[in-house]
C-alpha cells in the first residue's frame, strides 16, 4: 500500500488533507511507517495558521504539561526532579559498526536503531502526536533548512512554535525532492506531575546519516526541542560537508560611531556570559544561541537558525539584565520551567527580590529546607531552570536582520569560557588561522550546571561545540580554517575571559566590562582604535580602554586595574599551550596548521620571559 492510502487510513480526513497538500512521498513515507509505530490515539498536523498553534498552546493546558499563571500569556511547565538539564550519558550519535569520532559520544547505529524503535513501539498509546512543520534559519533565503517534528508533548511543540519559524507552507513551496530534517520525540509515560516516568529508559538518538533524531522518556527542553541543540548535530555534519560554519554562536549588533552597525558571533559554552553579552541594553540581538555562517561574494554572512531564546533564568535580576527582566514582567507569551510559583508568580534563584519560603516548584510542593532523597537540598529553582519566549518581544532586537533572507556580514567572531588565570579580559588575534586555533580551538571553561554531572572543573570545549560535535575534530578545524580561504575578507576574531581573579581569589572584571571590550572589538574592526602587539595578539590601549570606560559605563578605569588585567601571564599561557597541544596530538588527522599555529605562539611567548620575566605588564610592550 502506497504511503498516501496508508495515511487516509490513520489520520482524520482533515488532518490527512493537510499533509496530502504536501507533494513530497519522502514525507509521506516517513509520517505514515511512524504514526504506524507509535500507535497514538489522535493525530494533529499543525500548518501555519494560528488556529493550529492556539490548538497546541490549549493542549498543553488541557493535557496538563503547562500551568497558567497569573500573568496573561504566561505559563509554567515542569519537568521531573532528575530530568532538569541535557543527559550526556544517554545521549549519542549513531554511527557505522567499528567508526569511532574523538569527544563524540556514539553508538552503533544498527543496534541503536533497533533499541530506540523497540522503546518507541507503541509509546503514544493513550496520546496525542503533534505533526510540526518548521524551517531553521530565515524563511526563502539561502539558510533555510526544513524540519518536521514529530511529539507527544504539547510543551514540547509549543516551545517550538515560540522558538522556530513556522514551515508547512515552505514544505508545500519546496515539493518532491526537498531534504528535510526529522525529529520524533515520546514523553513516555507520565507521573501525577504530568513528568516522564521512566528515566531509566531515556534515550537521547542522533542519526546523522538519516537526517533524523530520536528522543525518548524525557521532557527537559534540551532533550526534545527537536530543532535546537538535537538538529545542531545534523547542520554541523552538513555544514562540514558542505564547506560552510554551524556554530553554537550569539549573533549581535554592536553599535559604532555615527549609526554605524557591525555585526558580531559570539561563542562560549553555557553559563559562561553568551546570553548576557549578546543582550547588553544599548546593542541589538539578533540571536543567542545557533548561527549558520555562509560564503556569499567572498563575505562571511550570518544569520540565527531560531527567532526565540530557550534561556537560562537563574541570576536574572533587574540591574543586570533590565532588557530580559522587562520581557518577563511583561504580558507576551512565556513558557517558564523549573522555576518556584507561588500565588501564580514565579521566582528564581538570584533574581534579587525577595523569594517566598514556600510554593511549588520542580519537586513539588516545596518549603524553605526542603531536601531530595540523596539529602540535598532543593534550592527555589532549579540551576537549570528556563524560560521560553519569542525575540520579537525584545525592545532590543534586529528584527530586519533576524529575518534577512541574505543575512548579515559578520564583522567579528568572539570566543570566550570561565578562565580564572590565564587569558586577558580581550584580545585580537594576529589573523584568521592564529584566532582559529589559539582561540577557538583552544577554548577552555569551567563545567556548569547546564548539563549533568559535577561542576567547576575545567575542560576543553573548542568553539563551546564539543557537547555537540557530530564530525572528527579534525575534519570541523580543517573546516573552519579552508572556510577563511573562501573569503575575499575574513571576520577579525577575539578572545575574551570575563571570569579573571587575581591571587586572592578577586574579580578583576565588572559584569558590566563586557560592553567596554564590545566597543573596543568594533573599533577594531574598522581600524579605528590602535592595540598593543604582545605573543598572544593585540589587546587594547589603556588610554582607549580609559576614554571608553567613561563613554560607556561613566566609570573611571585605573592603570592599576588595566594593568592586572592585562598582564601577560607567561608560564599559566605556556601550560595552556601545552595541555592543548596535548589533547590534539592523541588524534588522528588534525591539521598541521594547528602544531604550526601552537609552536609560533609557544616561541613568542618565550622570547617575552627571555626579556621581560614570567609576569609582563602591557606596558612593557608599548612601543616595542
Not at 34 to 61: G, N, Q
Not at 209 to 223: A, F, L, W
Not at 261 to 283: D, V
Not at 523 to 549: C, Q, S
Request: aromatic share 12%; with cysteine; glycine share 8%.
Amino acid at each position: 500500500m502506497e504511503p498516501l492510502e496508508r495515511l487516509e487510513k490513520l489520520l482524520d480526513k482533515e488532518q490527512f488533507e493537510k499533509i496530502k497538500a504536501i507533494d513530497n512521498p519522502q514525507l509521506h513515507a516517513f509520517l505514515a511507517d511512524w504514526i504506524e509505530w507509535l500507535e497514538p490515539d489522535r493525530v494533529f498536523v499543525c500548518t501555519d495558521s494560528e488556529e493550529d498553534e492556539r490548538y497546541v498552546k490549549w493542549k498543553a493546558l488541557y493535557y496538563g504539561e503547562e500551568k497558567m499563571l497569573e500573568t496573561p500569556n504566561h505559563t509554567v511547565h515542569y519537568d521531573n526532579y532528575y530530568d532538569q538539564a541535557r543527559d550526556k550519558a544517554n545521549t549519542a550519535v549513531l554511527v557505522p559498526k567499528g567508526k569511532k569520532l574523538p569527544y563524540v559520544d556514539t553508538k552503533d547505529r544498527e543496534e541503536s536503531l533497533k533499541e530506540i524503535r523497540e522503546l518507541m513501539k507503541g509509546v503514544m498509546k493513550g496520546k496525542e502526536l503533534f505533526v510540526c512543520f518548521f524551517v531553521l534559519g530565515p524563511k526563502n533565503s539561502i539558510f533555510t533548512i526544513p524540519a518536521v517534528q514529530l511529539t507527544d508533548s504539547a510543551y514540547v511543540a509549543h516551545s517550538e512554535f515560540l522558538l522556530y519559524r513556522k514551515g508547512y507552507e515552505d514544505f508545500k513551496r519546496l515539493g518532491r525532492n526537498t531534504r528535510f530534517l526529522r525529529f520524533i520525540h515520546s514523553a513516555g509515560e507520565l507521573d501525577e506531575r504530568k513528568t516522564s516516568k521512566n528515566l531509566d529508559k531515556r534515550r537521547v538518538y542522533i542519526d546523522v546519516e538519516g537526517d533524523t533524531v530520536y528522543s525518548v522518556n524525557t521532557q527537559y527542553g534540551g532533550n526534545t526541542i527537536g530543532l535546537k541543540k538535537l538538529a545542531f548535530r545534523l547542520t554541523i555534519k552538513r555544514a562540514v560537508e558542505e564547506g560552510w560554519l554551524s556554530e553554537h554562536m550569539f549573533l549581535m549588533r554592536v553599535n559604532g560611531p555615527h549609526g554605524r552597525k557591525t555585526y558580531f558571533t559570539g561563542a562560549y559554552p553555557s553559563m559562561c556570559g553568551k546570553t548576557s553579552t549578546a543582550m547588553i541594553s544599548w546593542e541589538n540581538i539578533v540571536g543567542d544561541d545557533l548561527t549558520f555562517i555562509l560564503p556569499v561574494n567572498g563575505i562571511a554572512r550570518g544569520a540565527n537558525v531560531e527567532k526565540g531564546v530557550f534561556g537560562i533564568i537563574e541570576g536574572i535580576n533587574p540591574e543586570d539584565d533590565p532588557i530580559i527582566w522587562q520581557v518577563l514582567h511583561s504580558p507576551v507569551e512565556i513558557i517558564f520551567s523549573n522555576v518556584l510559583v507561588k500565588d501564580g508568580k514565579p521566582y528564581w534563584n538570584g533574581m534579587g527580590i525577595e523569594i517566598p519560603d514556600e510554593g511549588e516548584n520542580h519537586s513539588g510542593k516545596w518549603w524553605k529546607g526542603k531536601k531530595d532523597k540523596e539529602g540535598k537540598e532543593i534550592p527555589p529553582s532549579h540551576k537549570n531552570a528556563r524560560f521560553t519566549v519569542s525575540l520579537e518581544h525584545f525592545p532590543n532586537a534586529d528584527l530586519e536582520a533576524l529575518e534577512n533572507p541574505c543575512g548579515v556580514e559578520i564583522g567579528g567572531m568572539i570566543f570566550g569560557g570561565r578562565d580564572k588565570d590565564t587569558w586577558p579580559p580581550v584580545r585580537e588575534a594576529f589573523n584568521w588561522e592564529h584566532g582559529v586555533i589559539t582561540m577557538g580551538a583552544s577554548l577552555e571553561s569551567e563545567t556548569t550546571a547546564a548539563t549533568l554531572g559535577k561542576e567547576g572543573i575545567r575542560e576543553f570545549n573548542p568553539m563551546a561545540i564539543l557537547d555537540f560535535m557530530s564530525v572528527h575534530l579534525g575534519d570541523y578545524i580543517r573546516n573552519y580554517l579552508e572556510f577563511g580561504r573562501k573569503l575575499k575578507k575574513t571576520p577579525k576574531i577575539f578572545a575574551v575571559n570575563y571570569f579573571l581573579r587575581d591571587e586572592k581569589g578577586n574579580w578583576l572584571n565588572h559584569k558590566l566590562d563586557k560592553a567596554v571590550w564590545l566597543k573596543w572589538m568594533e573599533l577594531r574592526v574598522h581600524g579605528d582604535a590602535d592595540a598593543i602587539e604582545t605573543p598572544i595578539g593585540y589587546i587594547p590601549k589603556y588610554e582607549d580602554l580609559r576614554r571608553l570606560f567613561k563613554e560607556v559605563l561613566n566609570k573611571e578605569y585605573t592603570r592599576e586595574a588595566y594593568e592586572k588585567q592585562f598582564t601577560i601571564r607567561v608560564p599559566e599561557l605556556l601550560a595552556k599551550i601545552e595541555r592543548i597541544e596535548e589533547i590534539y596530538r592523541k588524534l588522528e588527522d588534525v591539521p598541521k596548521e594547528l602544531f604550526q599555529v601552537l609552536e609560533e605562539e609557544r616561541k613568542r611567548l618565550l622570547e617575552a620571559r627571555e626579556k621581560y620575566g614570567d609576569y609582563i605588564s602591557p606596558f612593557a610592550f608599548e612601543g616595542s
